[in-house]
């Protein structure tokens, strides 16, 4: 599973990253089956996988909670979709639901209809996971759109989309268990800004928004069958109104954290890229990279902090993992 722990790196000037797609078209992890056909397996999520929900903790870290829904798809060793033909069950777009923490520090996956069981028997099967939940999905052409106002956690839940391959680990034959670590099919940005910059209201809290400008949010044909998630078109350009996340101190300095999720897809020196709400009007920081445009990728956050002179691309943190933290610098 994914490592929780982070660092941030400072970096001096404003970057340039993010993958407007991938190209990866690694094999999908596998699930062999043991000796006795139309077994049940179990589905657990690893509640320390910042990698899941945006219900967070921290920047970096978040959980899924009792009753979120995701939908499953179980393919075949031809690498279609499973039909159990004595039941006529086609696991295809199957719901399951979390339905709470286990003694192992797992959250446990069940179906949401007790029939649609997902199987685990002779065979090799691929179980592919995603999150949140949409009637009509298909895991070979999925088309996503990120809100516009991202303000509310819920706004933000439908804009981030989630997805696994599952594998198999060790269990006996009469209950299998498939682990499900979710990754961000969309790229995180988080923005830091000082709070004596916001507006605030009569009672001294908070008030001032955030915008990020020019977002491509519209992405096509989405590929959720590999590791890596593949991707067609990126479209349709519109401001994003940021969630306020809370507070943190940076530095000895109280900032004030707004975050929103994106598409993969480039960024352009000299685009208006953030708006904050200040005591004197709106404040407009223009993108000014210092190693041409800025490739926003999935499964990354990227952290840009607002300071006196300017706007600065702080860090990307990408793909935590028990092996050690990585981080991606320009």
């Known amino acids: 599973m994914k490592a ?3 660092s941030i790196i400072t970096l001096f000037s ?10 990866c078209t690694d ?54 979709i499973v039909i159990n033909s004595s039941t006529n069950i086609t696991y295809s777009n199957i719901q399951y639901r979390v339905v709470g923490n286990a003694s192992d520090g797992t959250q446990t996956l069940e179906p949401v209809l007790s029939q649609d069981a997902l199987p685990y028997g002779d065979g090799t099967y691929r179980y592919i996971f ?7 999905t298909a895991y070979n052409n999925v088309t996503h759109t990120v809100q516009t106002d991202q303000t509310t956690p819920h706004l933000y839940e439908l804009s981030d989309l989630l997805w696994d391959v599952a594998t198999v680990t060790p269990g006996t034959d009469n209950a299998p268990t498939v682990e499900v670590a979710m990754d961000h099919a969309m790229a995180n940005i988080v923005l830091e800004v000082p709070q004596e910059m916001m507006r605030t ?13 020019n977002v491509r949010r519209i992405i096509s044909n989405i590929q959720l069958n590999t590791e890596e998630p593949e991707y067609g078109s990126v479209t349709l350009s519109s401001n994003i109104n940021m969630q306020h996340f809370g ?15 994106l598409p993969p897809q480039t960024f352009r020196n000299g685009w208006e890229m953030f708006t904050i709400e200040t005591p004197d009007g709106d404040k407009t920081y223009t993108a000014a990279f210092s190693e041409g445009n800025l490739k926003f990728a999935s499964k990354t956050y990227y952290i840009f902090t607002v300071t006196e002179s300017g706007l600065k691309f702080r860090a990307m943190i990408k793909d935590l993992t028990n092996e050690g933290n990585y981080y991606y610098e320009y």
């Not at 404003?14 to 190209?23: R, Y």
């Not at 089956?33 to 945006?54: L, M, Y």
């Not at 995603?130 to 009637?135: D, I, K, S, T």
């Open 247 to 261: 507070q943190r101190t940076l530095d000895g300095v109280a900032m004030e954290i707004y975050r929103l999720v």
């Open 130 to 136: 995603y999150y949140p939940f949409r009637e009509g």
């Open 27 to 80: 094999e999908l992890g596998t699930a062999t089956g043991r000796t006795t056909d139309n077994q049940t397996p179990r589905f657990v999520v690893s509640t320390n996988s910042p990698q899941t929900r945006v219900s967070y903790g921290n920047i970096t870290q978040s959980t899924f909670e009792e009753g979120d829904v995701l939908g499953a798809f179980v393919l075949g060793q031809g690498g279609n």
């Open 201 to 213: 209201d009569n009672e001294g809290n908070v008030s001032g928004n955030a915008i990020m400008h």
């Open 14 to 23: 404003l970057l340039a990253l993010f993958l407007a797609s991938t190209s």
């Open 4 to 6: 929780t722990k982070y």
